[in-house]
């Protein structure tokens, strides 16, 4: 994981907060929402942002153009640091080097990228490849770190040369129960360690940030949470508007609060102070 800049570096933001719990956010509505919360920080990753925003599975079908596109816009929701996910890169050291530099020049406070084979996946799918260490390595020199397929052993090696060329973090996707997070977390116990807890799915067993923080980990990325209940939020509602049932005004915000959320008041105050 390699550091740019952004509105508070995202190593100060490590030590205030550990483990430093990132919800995903899929649009600009969701990071407000996740910073309206209270979360000192979030991230964007492909699998909910791939979802929402076209409406596909996250398998390497959507690259950096449309990505920056994404990212852009979501972070005009929030003023927060932000962690972005990367995939591999999208391509060799050449393309590792321009896709950092296109997140700098955003103020992206973070990245992560893949050891993964294109075409790359959701991490937390099956059939996954990854390139070979020198490759990774390489790309690492370049910008950042992550690893998993060949099974734990050759994983913890990955990671030792990852730390080596000078990633700052280290994520090691899916770990498949509580042996292997405790596995690594012990193999690198003096770097910053990040693992996925997603929710719905996924094979890491759940457990709380407090959990996750006492067994070393810093960060906890959550992909799924709010896209999934978002998901099954709106289903219900095409489904009662098809079937011509009212707003349960319970389950759903009013204009009020939505435009309280989307910061109208700030708008109408900046019409009132410049207008003739």
Known sequence: ??????????????????PLV?????????????????FPAYQIGGFALVGARYGQPDIDLIHLGERRASIRDIMTGSSLPVLVDLDDGYGDVKNVTFAVRCMEAMRVSAVFIEDQQAPKKCGQMDDKHVISSEDMVAKVRAAAAALEPEGMRKALKRGEKYLEAGADALYVEGPRDDKELEEIAKAFGGAALVTTMMEGGGETPWHSPQEFGEMGYSMILYPTTIIFRAARAMERAVADLRAGRRLDTKEAMNRDEFMKLVGLERWQEVEKKFQA
């Open 1 to 18: 994981m390699e550091k740019v800049s952004g509105p508070e570096s995202w190593n100060a933001v490590l030590q205030k907060h550990r």
């Open 22 to 38: 990132l919800p995903a956010a899929h649009d600009a509505l969701s990071a407000r929402l996740i910073e309206s919360a209270g």
